[in-house]
């Protein structure tokens, strides 16, 4: 797997991915999501591609104190070969690269399976409670 920046003609694709692996929410709009991402300095969308397929991807920002990744996916039919490790290592390398000392992420309460993959890595639950407020 070769890991490159997302270019605006491969929206499509990666929005294809995040559909593929349950990461869109009618509320949100993933096309508008990857653009914001990609339009800032603090931002970016990395993705992972065997040959022309896009098979993974990862987007990661840094909010001036912490990092962030978000639409962490890979390839239904490429899951369970350390494509998600990669490109998860790949988020950290960007995020340390900017001097950027933690990394955090949300899960959704109901995705269970998820956790073990993060907690592979090395992530720790944190004792917070995530508030938000539409804008
Ligand atoms: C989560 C995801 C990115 C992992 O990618 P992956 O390439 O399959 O993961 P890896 O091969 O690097 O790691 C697999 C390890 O993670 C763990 N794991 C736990 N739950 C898992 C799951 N649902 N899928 C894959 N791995 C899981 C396993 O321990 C596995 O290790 P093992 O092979 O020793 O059993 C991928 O499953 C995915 O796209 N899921 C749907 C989207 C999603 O939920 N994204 C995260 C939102 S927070």
Redesign the pocket.
């Known amino acids: 797997m070769i890991i490159s920046t997302l270019s605006e003609d491969r929206i499509p694709e990666v929005v294809a991915l995040w559909e593929a692996?349950?990461?869109t929410r009618p509320w949100n709009d993933p096309v508008a999501d990857a653009r914001k991402a990609l339009a800032n300095d603090g931002s970016t969308v990395l993705i992972g591609t065997d040959g022309h397929t896009l098979v993974a991807s990862a987007m990661v920002g840094f909010d001036g104190h912490r990092g962030w990744v978000y639409y962490?996916?890979?390839s239904p039919d490429r899951?369970?070969?350390?494509?998600?490790?990669e490109i998860m290592h790949a988020a950290e390398e960007w995020l340390r690269g900017r001097g950027v000392g933690k990394l955090q992420?949300m899960?959704r309460e109901e995705?269970h399976?998820?956790r073990?993959?993060y907690r592979?890595l090395g992530y720790q639950t944190e004792q917070v409670t995530v508030m938000s407020i539409r804008l």
């Open positions: 692996t349950g990461l962490v996916a890979v899951q369970g070969m350390r494509l998600g490790e992420l899960i995705n399976a998820v073990s993959f592979r």
